[in-house]
C-alpha cells in the first residue's frame, strides 16, 4: 500500500525566512511519481513540481527548491526568503501504476509580514 | 495543462436530497478523477472515470451514494445521493496533464454544504 507523510500541521514563519516542509512517502512499488500541489486561500490546487522515482536530482525553480532522496524515502520541500503569498496549504502526493493519486494531510503555512 | 470547470462552484442542500456535479475539460482525456476533500483535510480520491466504462470507486465509496458518469472524453458528472451533514465537502474533479506525466489539474471545486 501507498502511504504519504506530512508531519508538520501547521508551520509559522515571518516575512523573508526560509521554511522546509517535510514528506515521507511508502511504496513497494520502483516506479512511481512524487509532486507537491498548492492550496491557496482560494481554495483552487495549482501543481507546483513533479519527480519520478529515476530522478533523485534536485531542483530549484526560483525560491522554490525540492530535495528528493530515495535512501530516507523523502521528498522535501523548501521555500527561500518566504513571502505573505506563500501562505497556503502544501501537499505532497504520490502516485503508482495507473496515475492514482494519494495525498499527504498536508502542511498549512502561514507568513507573517 | 488542462483547463477544467466545474458546476455548481457551491450550494447549500437539504438532508436527503441528492446533487449532480459536473466537471468539464477543454482537451480529450482518458482518466478522470473525482476527490472529496473535508473541511480542513486532505483529499481522498472518490473513483476513477474512465470513458466507455464503469467508474472505479475506492475503498468506502459506493457507486450507489456516488454515481458517476462518463459519457464522453470531456465530460463527467459526480450525484452525491441521499445527502446528509457528513456529505458537506469540497468535490473536485482532476486529469491528468496532457503531458501523460502524471500531475493532475483540478478544476475548481464544488463546495456543498448539507444542512
Known amino acids: 500500500a501507498q502511504k504519504v507523510t506530512q508531519a508538520q500541521t501547521e508551520i509559522s514563519v515571518v516575512e523573508k525566512e526560509d521554511v522546509t516542509l517535510d514528506c515521507v512517502y511508502e511504496?513497494?512499488?520502483?516506479?512511481?511519481?512524487l509532486f507537491w500541489y498548492k492550496q491557496p486561500p482560494s481554495g483552487e490546487l495549482v501543481f507546483l513540481i513533479r519527480?519520478?522515482?529515476?530522478?533523485?536530482q534536485n531542483e530549484i525553480s526560483g525560491r522554490y527548491s525540492w530535495n528528493f532522496q530515495k535512501s530516507t524515502s523523502s521528498f522535501n520541500f523548501t521555500i527561500t526568503a518566504s513571502q505573505v503569498v506563500d501562505s497556503a496549504v502544501y501537499f505532497c502526493?504520490?502516485?503508482?501504476?495507473?496515475?492514482?493519486?494519494?495525498f499527504g494531510a498536508g502542511t498549512r503555512l502561514f507568513v507573517k509580514a | 495543462s488542462a483547463v477544467i470547470s466545474q458546476k455548481p462552484s457551491r450550494d447549500i442542500c437539504q438532508r436527503g436530497t441528492s446533487l449532480t456535479i459536473q466537471c468539464q475539460v477543454d482537451?480529450?482525456?482518458?482518466?478522470m478523477f473525482w476527490y472529496r476533500q473535508q473541511p480542513g483535510q486532505s483529499l481522498t480520491l472518490i473513483a476513477t472515470?474512465?470513458?466507455?466504462?464503469?467508474?472505479?470507486?475506492e475503498s468506502g465509496f459506493v457507486i450507489d451514494k456516488f454515481p458517476i458518469s462518463r459519457p464522453n472524453l470531456t465530460f463527467s458528472t459526480l450525484t452525491v445521493s441521499n445527502m446528509s451533514p457528513e456529505d458537506s465537502s469540497i468535490y473536485l474533479c482532476?486529469?491528468?496533464?496532457?503531458?501523460?506525466?502524471?500531475?493532475?489539474?483540478f478544476g475548481e471545486g464544488s463546495r456543498l454544504t448539507v444542512l
Open positions: 482532476s486529469v491528468v496533464g496532457t503531458r501523460g506525466t502524471g500531475e493532475l489539474f
Open positions: 511504496t513497494r512499488d520502483t516506479t512511481y511519481y
Open positions: 519527480r519520478n522515482s529515476f530522478d533523485e
Open positions: 502526493a504520490l502516485s503508482v501504476r495507473g496515475f492514482k493519486t494519494i
Open positions: 482537451s480529450q482525456v482518458t482518466m
Open positions: 472515470a474512465n470513458q466507455g466504462s464503469e467508474a472505479t470507486y
